[in-house]
């Protein structure tokens, strides 16, 4: 029997789930300590003026009791602001609670209550975070993480400024955590409540764009789930077949990779495979029976199946994430990914370190290391993690193409360096920078290789690029011409010709190709030729050159127009820039002068009275 989960909502939200109004105690532990909370907090509001204790900590303590229904746990969270607002102490919450459960519970709020006073001149905040960081157990993830999850919810009622500082971190640092976790259910919610106060532009367009794709239409949805259904039934496999939506954030992150590889463009979502995914989960957790499937599906996908795109994660998990994916390219929609693993592998994909404690097991892989930045932000790496791990951490593939050094406690520190809980993490920035290299791959975690390949990939497309950029130069210094960007400003139909006659999709793309090997010099010289970009054919006269800091004065721009126009030259184009060192350079695109003009003009620059380190004129 196949059961086809058919979608009425494409986004269906967490929160609903659970009414703090509505908590029930399900031991009499419990009901104690909610009875003792609402003593504890009495007369505390929030922001929104709503009562503290039944709002927050009622809701922190409902959530986490319906995923886990740990007693202790539960308690917990019921009590995770006692300490810090109210003044209760360990000891007795100890006497509220005796024995083995009563030490748990103050454990866990132990972990996650801020310190009342700074140790070591560290600031508060930083401070209690390091103190988190050394507890490392998974009570104090989870209470700490829900904690967070209900604060995101409520920003609306915060400072705009503030409460987008709020959102960044809690993209950054906890939706990490739950990714780490394998709560990948959780952390889309998590970061999509976030997203909106983090970036509310970005967010505008990646909403506007994800949910105006054909993928996103429930008749195009339920159609294909009906149709895998079929083939689940046709084949005897006991299962369900459902759809997860990618967050806003996850596929907008996902697309920002794609575009850094050149394998997508940031205005289109089309390459982008899990916008939906479909998952086909075989209920007798049965690894052959995923595999027979496969073959069935990739048949039935045939000529849509793009075979470029499988990942057997059954054979080769990923940061525990185990399913059979394939990806199909639909006509008038885009990409799509069809995902085939067992319900258990299912349960964990979407829910990690909460489905294992549902099911009793060993949940000691589930130890993240917690680091911190210099201003206290937090943030979290699997275990046995290195330092460039850490950076990968702390803003993704933005900052591991810009270091110089990275300090650790204050020390510096080799990126090969496994990070330790409570370290601090220092990324120095500047001009002389590590150039990312292969090499980092073999001491990284899966997350961060896949991050740093994209870097990998823009730095050699960079390196092609100069490369191409040369030997290209070449090409049309002989046809005089000093720059292609002259004739895409100029005539931006010649160059469109050009590309498109050489395949390349721009300028960038061009350069990388030249250089890569892909394009021969002898094709585009023969293209240029062709296409009439040479200085006869132009009619135009360019000039390159670079001025000392002494002659960047006002007025020299203007000076030297001028002599161009004594020469009856009509400057088409000009391109000036000041350096770091205070010089400047300077190209002119010409019309209007002759064999005959050329050679005063020349001269006219060279006997002028502004000093130049370099000068050409073609």
């Known amino acids: 029997m196949v059961k086809v989960d058919l979608i009425q909502e494409i986004r269906p939200r967490l929160d609903p789930q659970f009414n703090p109004y509505q908590f029930q105690a399900r031991t009499p532990a419990i009901a104690e300590a909610y009875t003792w909370g609402r003593e504890i907090h009495a007369g505390q509001k929030r922001l929104s003026g709503e009562p503290y204790f039944e709002v927050h900590c009622g809701w922190v303590a409902d959530f986490l009791d319906r995923l886990v229904q740990n007693e202790a746990w539960t308690i917990a969270a019921l009590l995770h602001d006692s300490t810090e607002d109210r003044g209760v102490t360990l000891d007795e919450i100890r006497a509220r609670f005796p024995g083995e459960l009563g030490e748990r519970v103050a454990f866990i709020v132990d972990g996650v209550t801020k310190l009342s006073t700074p140790h070591n001149g560290r600031s508060r905040e930083l401070e209690t975070l390091r103190k988190i960081a050394m507890f490392r157990d998974p009570g104090v993830f989870l209470v700490k993480l829900a904690d967070k999850s209900h604060n995101i919810m409520t920003l609306e009622h915060m400072q705009s ?166 990806t199909a390219w639909f006509p008038d929609y885009g990409a799509v990914e069809v995902a085939i693993a067992t319900a258990d592998m299912e349960g964990e994909n979407q829910w990690g370190i909460v489905h294992a404690l549902q099911q009793g097991r060993d949940i000691s892989r589930y130890h993240p290391v917690v680091f911190l930045t210099p201003t206290g932000g937090v943030r979290f790496v699997p275990e046995g993690s290195t330092v460039l791990d850490a950076i990968a951490a702390i803003q993704h593939e933005f900052l591991l193409d810009k270091i110089s050094a990275v300090k650790i406690n204050d020390t510096l520190a080799r990126l090969s360096e496994k990070i330790q809980p409570g370290d601090v993490v220092e990324v120095i920035t500047g001009s002389q920078r590590i150039r990312p290299s292969e090499d980092w791959l073999h001491f990284c975690n899966p997350s961060t290789a896949r991050t740093l390949r994209a870097v990998l990939a823009t730095e050699a497309l960079k390196a092609a690029a100069d490369q191409g950029r040369q030997k290209i130069k070449t090409v049309l210094s002989g046809r005089g011409i000093l720059a292609l960007e002259d004739v895409a400003g100029l005539r931006s139909d010649k160059i469109d010709n050009l590309l498109e006659r ?37 009619q135009w006269t360019t000039i390159d050159l670079a001025g000392t800091v002494q002659a960047n004065r006002p007025g020299v721009l203007a000076m030297l127009a001028s002599l161009v126009s004594s020469e009856g030259g009509n400057i088409l184009r000009s391109i000036n820039n000041t350096t770091a060192d205070g010089s400047f350079t300077l190209r002119l695109v010409v019309s209007g002068l002759t064999p005959e003009t050329e050679p005063c003009l020349r001269q006219a620059f060279l006997e002028s009275n502004v000093e130049l380190n370099f000068f050409e004129l073609v």
């Open 161 to 326: 400024l503030k409460a987008a500082r709020k959102a960044e971190e809690a993209i950054r640092a906890y939706g990490k955590l739950a990714g780490i976790l394998n709560c990948y259910r959780w952390r889309r919610w998590l970061e999509d409540m976030a997203f909106p106060h983090a970036d509310p532009q970005t967010f505008a367009f990646v909403r506007e764009r994800i949910d105006g794709d054909p993928r996103m239409k429930p008749e195009f949805i339920n159609t294909t789930l009906q149709q895998l259904g079929q083939l689940m039934d046709r084949e005897g496999i006991p299962g369900r077949v459902e759809i997860i939506v990618n967050g806003y954030w996850q596929a907008w992150q996902k697309l920002r990779r794609m575009a850094r590889l050149r394998r997508a463009s940031l205005n289109s979502f089309t390459m982008v495979n899990d916008l939906v995914s479909f998952r086909m989960v075989v209920e007798n957790d049965s690894e052959a029976d995923c595999y027979r499937l496969l073959a069935v599906v990739n048949r039935y996908l045939g000529a849509y199946l793009d075979q470029n795109r499988f990942d057997d994660y059954i054979a080769s998990p990923q940061n525990g994430y185990r399913a059979l994916q394939v």
């Open 502 to 538: 050489l395949g390349a999709s721009g300028l960038e793309d061009l350069y990388a190709a030249a250089g890569g090997g892909a394009i021969r010099m002898e094709d585009l010289s023969r293209a240029l030729d062709e296409l009439g970009i040479t200085k006869q054919a132009l």
